[in-house]
């Protein structure tokens, strides 16, 4: 019995073992289940467009319906435009576009919104122009501007409005035009809320009375620059009208008058009995060319004055016009043997050339006689100063005043210790002014102003090796203004004083010249 119960014990004890393994190895064979896996994720929005500061939710919806992990991220192409928190929520932060991406944890599934956000409205409560209160110069177009409150509104269009546009023309942008001498409101309109805005502008013309110069390829008056760049410099002729040329046209009092292209002038040019002259010399010295241009009739005519060749040079320092349009240009012609002959031409208003020699010709260096300056009065009587003789005691020239080629008297024979052109002649009346740069002992330089034989200013260099050299000007009352600079290179002043007093100075690269006065 007890052998029976042990051999049915044994059996049983089998058949468990044996379950075991079979449970063992069914194990191995079929893994646990993960759950259902993501296939593709879609956003609520494919594009939302926002206003700054607004939010709006977006929703995600991950496939298929029964994924066992539908856990998701959200992400912002650019925060600075628009964020995104972990529910969707998405805010504009300011004007721009981004991209809101979301993107399954399981798989790596995504799927994109485009984000455009708009300015926030910000409502105009006010204009004002500004300056307020302007002056114009005609053929100089000055822009005015708007300023808004608050700085930041949404919309800052505005229309612009002449009260009268035969004094001044604005612009749809705000630039005025003076048209001619008055007073005219420029009035700016807003497009919301039609806020309005004036300025009060002043239109003057050109030829207003006062001292012009060009320095820097710009056009001063009284020290002012006027804004407008020419490459010549500005002439006034004998009746007070002011010529200059800018932009390819010709001015005369400000007016555009004839449209011509300057290519070469050297920077000489003069104005007379209607007529713009500018003044062409060629590389190597050997041709004069005048261009007469006449602004009324709008024609123009090349003259040549003067042909040499390589060797036989010419060389001009001064020009001026009188009021019947006959041009004069000062300087000297050396010859192959190098002997300097100072000269006078004459282009007259039938366009003849007439030449007229100051020197014997027994000059033997190149740097020697020469008709430095000329100017002409309203009785049509030629002044000119004219360098002669050869290097004397000091190294100095002589300097004689010549009235319609005749000599009138030895101004002096102490001029600089340098030789380039550093006297100028201006007329009024009968009286003859003119400015002389001298050597007054000690190496130091000065401007001596001459009225006639005697002087009436002596301007000084400030130290040793200065120099002091420069045009003058005078007007009917006896004002006497002239240009020049002392010192050197970098360190270098350069000044236009009026009665021997510093009238205007600067320390600009270039200096102040073909200085003029319009009463």
């Known amino acids: 019995m007890k052998r029976t119960i042990s051999k049915v014990a044994a059996a049983i004890v089998a058949v468990v073992l044996s379950s075991a393994t079979l449970v063992s190895c069914g194990h191995e064979e079929q893994p646990a289940d993960k759950g259902v896996p993501v296939t593709g994720v879609s956003i ?18 991950v496939s298929p319906a029964d994924a066992t992990n539908k856990n998701v991220k959200w992400s912002s192409s650019n925060s600075s435009i628009a964020t995104v928190d972990g529910s969707g929520k998405v805010t504009a932060v300011m004007a721009g576009s981004a991209t809101i991406t979301v993107a399954t944890v399981d798989g790596g599934k995504t799927a994109n919104c485009s984000v455009t956000v708009t300015a926030k409205h910000v409502p105009l409560s006010g204009i004002a122009i500004s300056p ?24 800052k269009k505005v229309t612009w409005k002449s009260s009268d546009e035969t004094i001044a023309k604005v612009s749809s942008s705000g630039v005025v035009d003076g048209i001619k001498e008055g007073t005219a409101t420029i009035t700016a309109t807003s497009e919301e809320g039609e806020l309005k805005a004036t300025c009060t502008v002043k239109v003057s013309a050109i030829t207003k009375a006062g001292v012009y ?13 006027l804004g407008i760049k020419t490459p010549v410099t500005v002439s006034i002729d004998l009746d007070g009208n002011v010529y200059y040329y800018s932009d390819d046209n010709i001015y005369v009092n400000g007016v555009p008058s004839y449209q011509y292209s300057i290519r070469s002038s050297r920077d000489y040019t003069s104005a007379g009995g209607g007529y713009f002259f500018v003044l062409d010399i060629n590389d190597n010295n050997s041709e004069i060319s005048v261009y007469k241009l006449d602004p009324k009739k709008r024609t123009s005519k090349k003259l040549s004055v003067y042909k040499g060749s390589r060797k036989n040079e010419i060389w001009v320092y001064d020009m001026t016009a009188d009021s019947k349009g006959n041009l004069y240009l000062a300087g000297n012609i050396t010859r192959e043997d190098d002997v300097d002959i100072a000269t006078l031409w004459k282009l007259d208003s039938s366009d003849k050339v007439t030449t007229t020699s100051y020197s014997d010709g027994t000059g033997t260096i190149k740097i020697g006689p020469a008709v430095d300056a000329v100017a002409v009065n309203k009785n049509g009587d030629v002044f000119c100063l004219v360098y002669e003789g050869n290097f004397g005691k000091g190294g100095y020239y ?15 024979e102490l001029n600089s210790r340098s030789y380039s052109q550093k006297c100028d002649i201006a007329v009024i009346g009968s009286d003859v002014y003119m400015s002389i740069c001298e050597n007054i002992g000690s190496n130091i330089e000065a401007i001596k102003v001459y009225k006639n034989k005697n002087v009436i200013h002596t301007i000084k260099g400030e130290e040793e090796g200065d120099t002091v050299a420069g045009d003058i000007a005078v007007t009917s009352k006896g004002d006497v203004y002239c240009v020049g600079h002392t010192g050197a290179g970098s360190e270098a002043k350069y000044y236009i004083w009026k009665n021997g007093e510093p009238f205007y100075t600067t320390n600009k690269s270039l200096a102040p010249h073909c200085m003029s006065v319009k009463e």
């Open 44 to 61: 609520s929005k494919t594009s939302l467009s926002l206003v700054e500061g607004d939010s709006e939710t977006l929703t995600s919806s």
């Open 132 to 155: 307020a209160e302007t002056e114009v110069t005609i053929g100089t177009p000055s822009t005015l501007t708007v300023e808004y409150t608050p700085k930041n509104a949404s919309n």
């Open 213 to 225: 110069w060009t320095q820097e390829d710009l056009i001063f008056r009284d020290g002012k620059n």
């Open 398 to 412: 002589k300097i004689n005043l010549y009235k319609n080629g005749k000599k009138q008297y030895q101004v002096t």
